[in-house]
Structure formats: structure tokens, C-alpha cells
């Protein structure tokens, strides 16, 4: 696109694990073909995701933006679990592009409207989202809290869901790594399940749903529940408000949390279970299932 003539600014995060040498790399070739590369925010490890686009059409500016919750790499991308959003949104194409102005300049970035970012409001909106789920338990509603991670450690949000998990919200967990909540203790987590699925593939999509009386909110984000992703790196988590797209996450956390071929579930005492299908229930294997689901149906362009 650079070498056509087109405006390009990118942001690359040199100190990105294991591929510190090749983003350098890129980045010289990048400014060889006339891109403007850019790298971040001082004191702050660019981690979000995120692509724009920025074209003119029938006279006026429109915005396209890709959102990720895995990086850009031919790499990773083969082994990697990760989901990604394409979208001509107004709105979310102003927040995102906030977001790259402020990679990009010394400009501060406005309130945003329909993003989270870290190490700004990210952190607050989360638990804001659990205590509104503890309100609505106690005006007599339901709540559940369903999140995917790579990994949940950050000790204020763990707090937060073992409030949660006192008034009455059914909290279930997938997280592939580290967690530092204890699930199931008596009186502390009697009504939060964790669980890590362990297959062919690396799980590395976060996803965060929240009940809301009904109303179902559901983000993606590049962001997993620790210190560093809450107050060290640039994050987003982005809302998914398309009816269809939506069913298609929530029908694939169910089957996470369904899962009785590659699930462990996390005990009280902090060592895991490998879960075994019950007599009359049929194997299922979420890993396998999206794959074969793919296969058979690719998706439309």
C-alpha cells in the first residue's frame, strides 16, 4: 500500500516476546517502502490488535476497522485459537482511530464511546460490569458472568468475582493458564466453575459476556484479567453487537463449557480434574467441533 502511494502509519511493539529481532526487522522494511512506523507509548507495551482503514467514498470518510485477540503472525496464526472483527461501525471506527492517534502523536485520547482501553477505563469497566451484575441478583434478576482467558491473576478482579459469586452470580471461567481464584471454596466461590481446555490447538481468544438482565454483553479483547494488561499495556476490548456474530460466541462458549474431551477443571485446592463424560452424555470436544465446523463451511467474504 506504501509503495502504491497510500498513506500508511504503522505501530509496531518492539519488545514483543520471541519476535523482538523480526519486528525490527520489519519495521526497516516497512520504512524502506514509506510507511511512517511508529512504536507505542513510552512505558507502555503496545498489546491491543487493531487495523484501520481510512478511505474516501461518495465524497465523504469512511472508516473500516480489523479488531483482534491475537497478534498479526503467520506464526501463531496456525496454532493459535483467536477470534477477529471486521467492521464499517461509525462509532467504533472513531474510538479506534483515537486509539491510533494517540500511538501515534503526544495527543491525549478523548473519552471513547464504545471501546475500553487500557491503562485507562479498561480495569473500571470490568468491575463495573461485575458489581452491576451483583445489583441485579439482589433487585431479584439473574447474573451470570461468563469469561475466556488466557489468564486471571489481577487481585481486584478476583475480589470482585468472589463478591459476585457471595450475592448469587453463576460465574463460569475458561482460562488456560495462570488463575489465581480458587473456585468452589464454601461461603467464598460456592457458585464459580474454571475450567482450562487443553488441545491441539493454543486457546488464546479473550472473551468477556455479562448477562445485564437479559440484554447479553458480550466484548473481545486483547486483554486478559493480570496487572500488566490492566495497567502496563495498551488494550482494547471492543463490544460485538451484531445479533449473528454474537450467537456465534455465545454458542461457542457453551461449548468450553461443555467440553468433557480436553476440559480440566480447577479445584478448590488448586490442582485440576480432567473431565470425563458422564455415562449417558455424548463426547463433546469444542476444539474439534469449530474445526470440523469450519472445514465443512467456510466463511462467507
Known sequence: AAEAGKEVTVSIELRARFDEAANIQLANRLQEAGAHVVYGVVGFKTHCKMALVVRREDGR?????????????PGTARVYTDYSLFSADEQLGEDIHEVFMQLTSMMQTPPLKRVYEAPFQLHVKILEHIEQEIRNVENGGAGHIIAKLNALVEPEVIQALYKASCAGVFIDLVVRGICCLRPGVPGVSDNIRVRS???????????????????EKVFCSSADWMDRNFFRRVEVAYPIEDPDIKARLLADL?????????????????????IAPKVDADPTCAQSTLLAMFADSPLPL
Open 197 to 215: 481446555i487443553i488441545g491441539r490447538f493454543l486457546e488464546h481468544s479473550r472473551v468477556y459476556y455479562f448477562h445485564a438482565n437479559g440484554e
Open 61 to 73: 470518510l469512511k472508516r473500516y476497522v480489523h479488531l483482534g485477540t491475537g497478534n498479526y503472525h
Open 254 to 274: 457453551d461449548l468450553f463449557l461443555n467440553d468433557n474431551q480436553q476440559a480440566w477443571e480447577l479445584q478448590a485446592d488448586g490442582s485440576y480434574k480432567k
